[in-house]
C-alpha cells in the first residue's frame, strides 16, 4: 500500500475525506492536538511560576504514565493505563454519540454508575453465582467460558440498566419538554443518592450484614470477573471490549440509516430539526433510542469499574468518571477514534499524576492540564482562526509571485 492511500484510509477513520459530498475538515484532527500542546505548555508556566521544575514534573508524569515502554514498573503502568482508559472511553463514547445527536447527555456520571450497581447485582446475586460456579468447576480447564459467560451476563444487565436511565431522560425531553440537561443532572443525583444512601450503606440491602466500621456491597463471584490479559497485571478484557465499543458507534454513526439519520438530527438541533423531520425521520423515536445507546455505553464503562477492578460496589466511591467522559469527548471532536486517543491521553495523565509528588507537585495538578485541554478546545473558534492564518500564510509562500504563469 502506497503512503498516499494508507494516509487516506488513516484520515477517513477520523470522518476526513477530501473527495466528494462526504468531505470534512481536516482541523478536526489539528484542534485538539494544538490545544493539548497548548495546555501542556501554559501548565509548565504556572508549574514554574510555582518555583518548581516543570521539566521534572513532567518527565515523572509521562515517564510513569505507561506510555513510554521501559522500567522495571512499565508494565503494571500499562496495565493501569489501559484498565483507567476503557473506562474514560466508555464514558466518552456516551457523550459523544449524544453529541452527535444534537443532545447534551450530561447524565453519563448516572448511567455509570447505574451500570455499575447492576452489574454488581448480577456478579454475587446467588441464583446467577451458584449457577456458573458450578459450571465452572465442572469445566475443569475450560472454565473460562462459565466466566465468559457469568460477566457477560452482568455487562448487559449492566449497559441496559443504563440505558434505560438515559431514555428516561430522553422521554422526558420529548414528551413533556424537560430540557436534557436539567433532566439528566436530576437522575444523576437520583441515582447516586439511591445507591449510596440507600443499597450500599450500613444495613443495606446490597450490604453484607457482618459489616461493622467499613461498608460497601458483597463482593462479585469469581465467575464474574472479567478474565485478565496480561499477568500478573490487572489488565483484563475491558480494553478490548471498549475498543469493539467504539467500533460499533463508528459503524452505527457512519454506516447505518438510523447513524445517518442521528447525524441529520444533530446537525438541525439549533433550527429546529425541521429538516430531517420533513424527510419523514420520527426525531422522538431516535432521540430516545439515542439516549437509550449512549446510557448503555456509560453503563458499560460501570460494568468495567465492578467487574475489572473493584469488584464489589465500594461504600467510598468518588463520582467523576461520568464528568471526564464530558472532556474526553470535547478533546475527541466527539469521534470515536478520537474518543478512543482523548481516553488514552486523559488516562495516562490519571495513571502517572502520583509520582509527580516527588517533585512536589499534588497529583491532582494532572486536572489543570485536562481543563485547560478542554478550555482551549471550548476556545475552538480562536484556535481554528490562528491555524487557518498559518495555513493561508504557508500556502502564499509557495505559490508563485502574481503574473508568472507555470511552464507548459
Known sequence: MSE?????????????????????????????????????????????????????????????????????????????????SAMYIATGLSVALAFKGGLFNIGAEGQFWVGAIVATFFGYWAPVAHTFGAMYAALGSFGWIAQLLHGAICIIMGMLAGGAWAAVAGFLYVKRG??????????NWIAWFLITSWLVTFNGPMTPASQTFTFGSFYVADTAKLLRIMMPTRLNTSILLVLLAAYATWFLLYKTTIGYEIRAIGYTANIGMETPRAQGINISRRIVQLMTISGALAGLGGCFFILGMQYQFPGTAIMGYGWTGIGVALIGQSEPLGVVLAGLFIGALR?????????????????????????????????????????????????????QEAAV
Not at 15 to 39: E, K, T, Y
Not at 44 to 54: D, H, W
Not at 178 to 187: A, K, Q, R, Y
Request: net charge positive; hydrophobic share 50%; aromatic share 10%.
Open 4 to 84: 498516499s492511500n494508507f494516509t487516506t484510509k488513516f484520515l477517513k477513520i477520523f470522518g476526513i475525506d477530501n473527495r466528494g459530498h462526504n468531505r470534512r475538515d481536516p482541523l478536526n484532527v489539528w484542534v485538539p492536538l494544538v490545544s493539548i500542546v497548548l495546555a501542556l505548555i501554559v501548565s509548565m508556566i504556572v508549574i514554574a511560576a510555582s518555583g518548581r521544575n516543570p521539566f521534572r514534573a513532567y518527565a515523572l508524569l509521562f515517564g510513569d504514565s505507561g506510555l513510554i515502554p521501559g522500567g522495571a514498573a512499565w508494565r503494571r503502568e500499562f496495565a493501569e493505563l489501559l484498565i483507567k
Open 178 to 187: 424537560v430540557n436534557i440537561v436539567i433532566g439528566t443532572i436530576m437522575l
Open 351 to 403: 495513571t502517572g499524576a502520583t509520582s509527580m509528588q516527588v517533585a512536589n507537585i499534588p497529583k491532582t495538578f494532572s486536572n489543570i492540564i485536562e481543563g485547560l485541554a478542554v478550555g482551549f478546545i471550548a476556545l475552538q473558534v480562536a484556535v481554528r482562526y490562528y491555524l487557518v492564518k498559518i495555513i493561508q500564510r504557508r500556502r502564499a509562500r509557495r505559490a508563485p509571485p502574481a503574473g
